[in-house]
């Protein structure tokens, strides 16, 4: 009885991480029209075995811009659309990617918008997803379909509760990005 | 008596046994066909490294066969992509099936030019080097070094600059296609769409061949679209796979429509089966021997040469009906001495006309001249020797067309005297004229296309969505050595980018885009070494990595700098597949590589790369749609000139003989020419290599006729003769007009118009005479 037991209480987590849909965080968090605030960013690089820490503010506007803001240590721009992104610095342009010559960027681009703006029917077509549901939290494990993307990004953490708290990019290289939102405003 | 029949026997017999000679050497010597355009260009204008360059490109497109599949169910046209490339794959006519994208394969591309980071930079890194922007090359590394996502192989240490990211995320494939789900997605496209690409194991113009991968394609395709899919596909298969079925489908409608007409004619007029038989003898021995010639003095026959060559020997059918109406009503002993003169100044007329394009400096219509020459006298002689015999027997029987032929042709107005006739050819003329004088003519390569238009818009649309490089208009670079050809593409790369910049070209690909020359890596070394010594510490402290990492950093340069991409490394890798047929030639003595363009070209941008190759030794404009285009031209009016001159020649002979009365055999033909080319220039917009080709056999046919009327005395069985050689070649050519093959067309019209024409206007510009039938 007792084993059985066990084994039921064993299970039941594993039964609610497995139901977790994309449909169920669509319920579950907003995709606001626009959003603005603070991000800290941490960067594992497993070649140093250190990671650089930097912060700044951004901003979204559904479906046609991210702007990126790194403050400190460097001050950089990065904004994507969803045909390109430029990178600039101190209002001069220093590297720009058009998606439309470039598949890779392509890839990345969709896979970032939709990561950032809780696109979850666009992130449905790229990865698979685990996770859980406490209350108004919810953390999810995105592991990608595709082999040629999982070379890239192995997996993809997210935490939230009706926005998005924090996304952990693990990359195939073994460094890992960190971010986190702060003072969110709708 | 006895003795002339024996020596006419044996002058027959000496001929058949010379044909039968004729066809063993011509069979002996191997019926070789060739059927490449370019075996038509004078040899001194096709270089055979250009020769080599175009077969090179061209076969790219020759065996491989390119399929997308589009859907609005991602899913479903994934799985479409799947099946159909196991159904291409297990059929053994298909090489191989490139659908998937193995991770494997991915990785080792993603990291095989890795060692070479420092020899082979971006492009856009290396002007910054160039010009000296250090530090904006590092500010990029920082820049991609906080971004939330970086994609590409980073290490502070191997690469602190992330050169190699650079170089990774420019470079793309020469196609418009990413990887999904392992699977070839088409970017750029809304609906999603997959790709596949077939390489054919054989010949595409094997019916076999066509057969077994189309058959696939099109199961494939009913299936898809009930799903509703769609299915588009590119590839010289599928154009002759249409080509193929056409000709069987023109040969089953027009071919038997005209076979059935002449027959039904030959037998209502003349009531025999044997006449209709021996009336194709001389054609036949005709074709026969000019094949058996042209192999001896060739090596090989040009399948235009066979097409038109036969076409030409069709005169030939003149002489064997001129000889079979006048026996009905002359004996076998005397009609070789009546008819000889005229059949004697016909085969002269028409030899001539071709013999003349021997003398043109095109391989092509030497070997056309040969072949006709050969076909026309052998037709010839066969009649001569071998028609009296074959009709000894026969009794004097007229013909009742004849007789027919004549009533009607009473009724007929005549032009002489008849001034109100005189004028309404006169008006046409002088309009006929004044639209010759300000035509053009419309040299295309479409001539030579025989797909139809869906099957061409259909190839254009992939081409687009994959920004397929052109096969037919390229940059060939020539050198002593392949990294000499490296070099002087590197040259040119400044002149190409400016011509991206301004919008005139889509792109370019050239092999120095992906293998640098050497001396071009030894040049992205230093630059690499600058860089790291001016900004690899100020960049270490302030990402405040220990002064070990920049000790590692350097010693890791040290040790990558010593390495250079060579051109055998690079054709091992990966990444080399797609670039590796823009190698023309890599041998000791030689090496030439092509650069590609994709998208339409413009006539600007031609005339710029036209001058870009002009500037540089080695380096020549290759646009094969032109060189196809002017060559065609060239050949129409080299056989124009010619044909002029041998007429002219033809007409003092004909002077001399017929004095005054000449006009009545030179103006039909020629009124009719210059009728029928104005007509032409109306109703086709331009005349072409085609045309003119036709136009000899009617003014063949056109001068036959008046000669063999005013020989005999325009008597009714010669009408009878020339108007039925007129309605056997307007049944044989003349529906080709009916065809949708451009070049059969163009011929067929021209026959057609031609020859209706030149009948008429002998009718009208006869003698008043009865005739040898009691009327």
């Known amino acids: ?186 | 008596m006895i003795e002339r029949i024996t020596s006419q026997k044996l002058a027959a017999i000496g001929w058949l046994l010379l044909v039968i000679m004729l066809i063993i050497a011509g069979i002996k010597q191997g019926p070789a066909f060739d059927s490449s355009i370019m075996a038509l260009l004078p040899k001194s204008d096709q270089q055979p490294l250009v020769q080599q360059a175009v077969d090179k490109m061209a076969e790219r497109f020759s065996k491989r066969l390119v399929v997308l599949i589009s859907g609005e169910s991602e899913a479903d046209v994934r799985a479409a992509i799947k099946t159909l490339s196991v159904d291409l794959t297990a059929l053994p006519d298909v090489d191989n099936v490139v659908w998937q994208v193995e991770s494997s394969a991915l990785d080792r591309l993603k990291t095989e030019l890795y060692p070479y980071r420092f020899s082979v930079l971006d492009e856009k890194v290396r002007q910054l080097l160039l010009d000296g922007h250090y530090q904006q090359v590092k500010d990029r590394a920082l820049a991609r070094l906080f971004s939330p996502m970086s994609p590409g192989k980073n290490s502070i240490i191997d690469d602190p600059f992330g050169l190699f990211s650079e170089l990774t995320l420019n470079r793309h494939s020469d196609l418009n296609i990413k990887p999904s789900h392992s699977l070839l997605k088409v970017t750029g496209v809304e609906q999603p769409t997959y790709m596949l690409m077939a390489t054919l194991a054989g010949e595409p113009f094997s019916t076999e061949l066509q057969n077994n991968v189309l058959g696939v394609i099109r199961t494939a395709e009913k299936r898809l679209v009930k799903a509703g899919m769609s299915i588009r596909q590119s590839g010289l298969l599928l154009h002759a796979a249409a080509g193929a079925q056409q000709a069987k489908s023109e040969m089953s409608t027009i071919g038997l429509g005209s076979l059935t007409g002449i027959i039904l004619i030959m037998l209502l007029i003349f009531r025999q089966l044997k006449s209709l038989l021996i009336a194709f003898l001389p054609l036949l021995i005709g074709c026969a021997c000019a094949t058996a010639v042209t192999l001896l003095v060739f090596g090989k026959v040009h399948l235009i040469t066979l097409a038109f060559g036969a076409g030409l020997v069709g005169v030939s059918i003149d002489y064997a009906l001129h000889f079979l109406c006048e026996r009905r009503v002359t004996d076998s002993k005397r009609i070789l001495r009546k008819i000889l003169p005229g059949l004697l100044l016909g085969l002269f007329s028409s030899v001539m006309a071709y013999a003349a394009q021997a003398l043109a400096p095109f391989p092509g219509l030497q070997q056309m001249a040969t072949f006709s020459v050969a076909g026309l006298v052998a037709s010839w002689i066969t009649v001569v020797l071998w028609f009296p015999l074959l009709t000894r027997t026969d009794t004097l029987k007229p013909l009742l067309a004849a007789e027919k032929l004549n009533i009607f042709r009473h009724r007929f107005p005549r032009l002489q005297g008849n001034w109100l006739l005189i004028i309404l050819l006169l008006i046409p003329l002088v309009f006929a004229v004044k639209t010759l004088w300000g035509s053009q003519s419309l040299d295309d390569i479409r001539l030579l296309q025989t797909s139809p238009a869906s099957l061409l818009s259909q190839e254009q649309d992939v081409q687009q969505i994959l920004g397929v490089s052109s096969s037919s208009q390229f940059l060939l670079i020539s050198g002593d050595t392949l990294q000499a050809c490296l070099q002087k593409e590197e040259q040119l790369a400044g002149e190409l980018e400016s011509l991206k910049k301004a919008g005139l070209l889509d792109d370019y690909q050239a092999l120095s885009l992906a293998l640098p020359s050497l001396k071009r890596q030894q040049d992205n070394i230093g630059l690499a070494q600058k860089l790291y010594e001016q900004q690899l510490a100020p960049y270490f402290t302030l990402l405040k990595v220990p002064g070990s990492g920049l000790s590692d950093a350097n010693v890791q340069f040290k040790e990558d700098m010593s390495r250079r991409l060579t051109a055998a490394t690079w054709q091992q890798q990966q990444g080399s597949e797609s670039w590796k047929d823009l190698i023309i030639d890599d041998s000791d003595s030689a090496s030439a590589t092509a650069i590609r363009f994709t998208g339409a070209l413009n006539d600007e941008v031609k005339q710029r790369l036209l001058s870009i190759s002009n500037k540089h030794s080695g380096v020549t404009y290759i646009d094969q749609v032109q060189n196809i285009s002017d060559l065609m031209g060239r050949y129409r009016s080299e056989v124009v000139n010619w044909v002029i001159m041998a007429y002219l020649f033809v007409l003092l002979v004909l002077v001399l003989r017929y004095k005054v009365q000449v006009w009545r055999v030179v103006m039909p033909p020629l009124l009719a020419s210059v009728l029928t080319l104005a007509m032409l220039v109306q109703l086709e917009q331009g005349l072409n290599l085609f045309h003119m080709m036709a136009l000899i056999l009617v003014l063949g046919i056109g001068l036959d006729m008046g000669i063999f009327l005013i020989e005999t005395g325009e008597v009714p069985h010669t009408w009878l003769a020339v108007s039925l050689s007129t309605v056997t070649s307007l049944l044989a050519f003349g529906l080709l007009a009916l065809s949708d093959t451009p070049v059969l067309h163009h011929f067929g019209l021209t026959v057609l118009i031609g020859l209706a024409l030149v009948w008429l206007l002998a009718s009208i510009m006869r003698k008043n005479n009865s005739g040898d039938v009691n009327s």
Do not use: C
């Open chain 1, 1 to 186: 009885m007792r084993r059985y037991l066990f084994a039921v209480l064993f299970l039941v987590p594993m039964l609610a991480q497995a139901e977790l849909t994309f449909e169920q965080l669509d319920e579950l968090s907003v995709s606001p029209e626009n959003l603005t605030g603070d991000f800290k960013q941490e960067k594992y690089l497993s070649s140093l075995d250190a990671s650089l820490a930097s912060s700044g503010v951004f901003n979204y506007q559904r479906e046609t811009s991210i702007r990126w803001q790194t403050l400190l240590p460097i001050q950089n721009e990065l904004l994507m659309t969803p045909t390109a992104i430029v990178n600039s610095q101190g209002g001069k342009e220093l590297v720009r990617l058009e998606t439309d010559s470039n598949p890779a960027v392509t890839v990345f681009s969709e896979i970032l918008f939709s990561v950032l703006t809780a696109d979850w029917g666009k992130l449905a077509s790229y990865f698979e997803l685990s996770g859980n549901v406490e209350g108004a939290e919810w953390i999810a494990q995105l592991v990608p379909i595709d082999k040629t993307i999982m070379q890239v990004v192995s997996r993809v953490e997210l935490k939230g509760d009706v926005l998005l708290r924090e996304v952990i990019l693990h990359e195939a290289s073994g460094d890992r990005t960190t971010i986190r939102f702060e003072n969110l405003n709708q």
